[in-house]
């Protein structure tokens, strides 16, 4: 198995943030830089990254949330964590807590769609979006990225028979 992360390339709403555009913090691999929430209200929902083509014929296992962040003056935060489907809309939704230092937290692998039986697949994690919405305690953001857990697809199939070689649902590199 292997991962790759996604993260927010574009913002798609945003509400209660001292930076406009939190995409361009919350994306940027850079735990330095970061929004504060200044509302009680506050949202953030992201168009995440696609995954490259090569791993269009890849098993997708799993996903996971991240956020780096850390609790404002409360000394405590809590932060819903989802993502959202083009047309099934939010789904994996799971409260994280954070506390005054700054810390990555990881919501649960999950392994099914929206609708909680059907396979991820390369095309639905493709058509996903992430979002947060802090409770009003106050919380200071980082970096949000979702890790996807794959098992690459066959590369190819070689068969040597009788001095020949056939190969069969691939290529030969060297």
Known sequence: MATVILRPTSTTTETGWTVFNMHTVLGDNDASTGGLQNNTFCNFTGVLADLESGLSGATINNFTISLTGKAGRAGAATVAMSLVHLSDGAFASEDESFGG??????????????????????????????????????????????????????????????GKIELKEGRISF
């Open 101 to 162: 230092i700054t810390t990555t937290e990881t919501t649960s692998a999950r392994t099914t769609q929206q609708d909680g039986s059907s396979h991820l697949s390369y095309s639905y994690i493709n058509n996903c979006s992430v979002r947060i919405v802090p409770n009003n305690q106050g919380i200071t953001a980082y970096e949000l990225f979702v890790t996807v857990d794959f098992t690459p697809g066959a590369a190819g199939k070689i068969n040597i028979q009788n």
